[in-house]
């Protein structure tokens, strides 16, 4: 065995220790020296150093976008929340000076940022000059829900989030993309089998644990604790939106798998019932929606987003859901002045309120009214023949937002048990033939309506 050259091994521990000590200079030089804003310095007014490390790495993190030309702005519902409450202080207010770090050092474990997608086209230039900051950054990704409907594009793959994380704080970029519908939306953030779970405290991210969509934003600087950061125009509104976001995808492979069973529809009577039926459920959005009246797609028009991704095209008509507690009196009005005539009017505000009004042709919108009990959610019928009155048992749900015909619009967060309420478990064969007093598997009769109250209750033009 030959013997280990002594010469040789001492000039390696020497290359090994000058190595070590470039490095450290080269980290005091850039993360800890005055000069940069030290990491594990205090801020002025701050309680601990682990406040000033986050605000240093929100400092590093806003000079690293604005240095790339990326737009971000600050959606963090812990910090905004802060914000709201000195907001027309801190919009008056011409540098934003402040004896103390009040917003940007609250203790919490990461700060949420935003950016729409069409803004940012150089990612690899970013995050390698992250990288040479001292940051350490993850990308979640999956597939873009856009391309579901295309057979020879779905699968693939887009940018979602990404997080930067300096010392002991952590940025989550959350990326928006917008949608159809006119509106922006954002993903779930799903680990995949290779991302370290303990990069960051995953479960505390308030963005991602399902996709969410919001009204496109209207942004607004202002100076945060001598920092210049875009925030939502209207803070307000979008926390309020912040807790109502959840998003539910059209099922597009169930779609395709529906129609190799039962084939579309694609002749001339359908297609123009469709886009006739389109037209009247964006006028009936755009017209609640200026109310602030929220509505939801129910009966046939839900089944056929549920089950197709399109307007049922034998259904005759557009149905929404509201619930009794958002009617407005103006309603009726409104409508009307949209060029929608009332066809009939049955039931009372107390009791089994509906409303159907005249579209294009004999293409008509029915609006639901529902009314919540111990255990379910129900809705009225009326024959008007006979002063016959009927109930539609649902169980309890709540409202998320979906896409539909190019549309935001709302669904029942539990679709499944809605739809299989209304249409029984055979939900999945289309039935063409349908009488509403007795083909749901919901329908209970719910008695009769005084002949003396007829005139107020059924009412039909």
């Not at 970013?126 to 829900?145: C, H, S, T």
């Amino acid at each position: 065995m030959q013997r280990i050259n002594k010469n040789v091994v001492l000039a390696l521990l020497t290359l090994t220790s000058s190595v070590f000590l470039l490095f450290q200079l080269y980290y005091y030089k850039y993360y800890l020296s005055p000069k940069n804003g030290a990491v594990f310095s205090k801020v002025k007014g701050s309680q601990s150093g682990q406040d000033g490390i986050q605000w240093h790495v929100i400092k590093k993190f806003l000079g690293l976008v604005s240095s790339h030309n990326v737009p971000v702005y600050l959606i963090d519902p812990l910090v905004l929340r802060l914000i709201q409450k000195d907001f027309e202080q801190l919009s008056s207010s011409s540098d934003g000076m402040s004896p103390e770090c009040k917003y940007l050092c609250a203790p919490r474990d990461f700060t949420t940022f935003a950016l729409l997608d069409k803004t940012w086209k150089h990612e690899v230039s970013l995050v390698r000059a992250a990288e040479k900051m001292g940051f350490r950054w993850l990308k979640i990704q999956n597939k873009d829900p856009r391309l579901e409907g295309m057979d020879d594009l779905s699968g693939i793959e887009i940018p979602l989030h990404y997080i930067f994380k300096l010392a002991a704080h952590a940025i989550h970029l959350v990326v928006f993309y917008e949608r159809s519908g006119n509106y922006v939306w954002h993903g779930p953030l799903r680990l995949k089998q290779n991302i370290d779970r303990k990069f960051v405290p995953f479960r505390k991210l308030h963005f991602g644990r399902y996709p969410g969509a919001y009204n496109k934003p209207e942004v607004l600087q202002l100076s945060i604790d001598d920092l210049k950061v875009q925030i939502p125009k209207n803070l307000s509104q979008f926390l309020e939106e912040m807790s109502h976001s959840r998003f539910l995808e059209c099922r597009y492979r169930e779609a395709r798998a529906f129609f190799q069973l039962y084939p579309d529809d694609a002749s001339l009577d359908a297609v123009e019932f469709r886009k006739k039926a389109k037209a009247l459920l964006h006028l009936a959005a755009l017209t609640l929606n200026n109310l602030g009246v929220r509505f939801w797609l129910s009966s046939g028009t839900c089944l056929g987003w549920y089950r197709q991704c399109n307007i049922i095209p034998y259904s005759k008509d557009v149905d929404l859901g509201v619930f009794i507690q958002d009617y407005k009196s103006d309603i009726i009005p409104a409508f009307q002045k949209a060029g929608l005539p009332l066809k009939h009017k049955f039931g009372k505000v107390e009791d089994s309120l509906e409303l159907s009004f005249q579209g294009e042709d004999d293409v008509k919108l029915d609006i639901f009214f529902f009314y919540e009990d111990d255990d379910h959610i129900w809705n009225g019928g009326t024959q008007a023949k006979s002063g016959k009155k009927f109930k539609y048992l649902f169980p309890k749900f709540t409202l998320c937002w979906t896409e539909f015909v190019e549309l935001k619009v709302h669904v029942p967060c539990e679709t499944l048990q809605y739809v299989e309420a209304n249409y029984g478990k055979d939900w999945k064969v289309p039935v063409k033939v349908w009488d509403w007093k007795s083909s749901p598997s919901n329908v209970q009769y719910n008695g009769m309506w005084p002949v003396d109250e007829w005139d107020d209750v059924i009412q039909v033009y």
